[in-house]
């Protein structure tokens, strides 16, 4: 059983998830930075991340640390950028990848009050063209220093971020977009997820 407490903080959380924003994470290759694209993802209210891996494998998400974002942030699954592309489309979402250069909008004259996907690539490659050729456009994040690149982790928080923003200053902000069930169900899951996590870490500490 969990506090009454401690359930009031997670019905607050899953009245602020937003369905409507997702972030397509393709073939990034440190798990660290999976990990803290996931918690920036929490924070920001992003309710599912979609991995896309066509080079490398699927990252190892840890979910041992109660804080771990991996026991609150739900992801699919992807073999491909058009199985991904595909389904994000018939779900309704417009999806921006993140390049540098010339055809790309800035971030911040975007509209990310809509249903929208924002698509990271590889620490060293970036996105692919297959992922930058099928998005709805490209956007990059304004820097002005001599370095024209950051960690994509960060990318991944400024972005969200800016999003996050930009719904709170929405009408509607505070309405929960999922279901009454929707929500119920997902605060039985996180509570489970919990209690599932401290009888695991009673069994380890048994002799």
Same mark, same amino acid.
């Given at each position: 059983?969990?506090?009454? !407490?401690?359930?009031?903080?997670?019905?607050?959380?899953?009245?602020?998830?937003?369905?409507?924003?997702?972030?397509?994470?393709? &073939?990034?290759?440190?798990?660290?930075?999976? *990990? +803290?694209?996931?918690?920036?993802?929490?924070?920001?209210?992003?309710?599912?991340?979609?991995?896309?891996?066509?080079? &490398?494998?699927?990252?190892?998400?840890?979910?041992?640390?109660?804080?771990? +974002?991996?026991?609150?942030?739900?992801?699919?699954?992807?073999?491909?950028? &058009?199985?991904?592309?595909?389904?994000?489309?018939?779900?309704?979402?417009?999806?921006?990848?993140?390049?540098?250069?010339?055809?790309?909008?800035?971030?911040?004259?975007?509209?990310?009050?809509?249903?929208? +996907?924002?698509?990271?690539?590889?620490?060293? !490659?970036?996105?692919?063209?297959?992922?930058?050729?099928? +998005?709805?456009?490209?956007?990059?994040?304004?820097?002005?220093?001599?370095?024209? *690149?950051?960690?994509?982790?960060?990318?991944?928080?400024?972005?969200?971020?800016?999003?996050?923003?930009? !719904?709170?200053?929405?009408?509607?902000?505070?309405?929960?977009?999922?279901? *009454?069930?929707?929500?119920?169900?997902?605060?039985?899951?996180?509570?489970?997820?919990?209690?599932?996590?401290?009888?695991?870490?009673?069994? !380890? *500490?048994?002799?």
């Amino acid at each position: 059983m969990i506090t009454e !407490r401690r359930r009031a903080k997670l019905e607050e959380v899953a009245r602020h998830r937003q369905p409507d924003l997702t972030v397509v994470v393709e &073939d990034v290759h440190d798990p660290h930075n999976v *990990s +803290a694209m996931l918690r920036s993802c929490d924070a920001a209210g992003v309710l599912q991340v979609q991995l896309v891996y066509t080079i &490398d494998k699927f990252p190892r998400i840890g979910s041992k640390s109660s804080a771990s +974002a991996g026991k609150w942030i739900s992801t699919r699954r992807f073999r491909s950028i &058009d199985e991904c592309y595909g389904q994000l489309r018939r779900e309704g979402f417009k999806i921006w990848a993140t390049r540098i250069g010339q055809g790309s909008r800035p971030l911040y004259d975007l509209d990310f009050t809509t249903k929208t +996907a924002v698509v990271f690539g590889n620490e060293h !490659r970036g996105v692919s063209e297959a992922a930058a050729a099928g +998005a709805d456009g490209l956007l990059q994040i304004p820097m002005v220093g001599m370095i024209q *690149s950051l960690n994509v982790s960060v990318a991944c928080a400024v972005t969200v971020f800016e999003a996050l923003r930009q !719904r709170m200053g929405a009408p509607g902000w505070g309405m929960p977009k999922l279901s *009454s069930q929707e929500l119920k169900e997902m605060v039985e899951l996180w509570s489970q997820k919990r209690v599932d996590h401290r009888k695991a870490k009673t069994k !380890r *500490s048994s002799p």
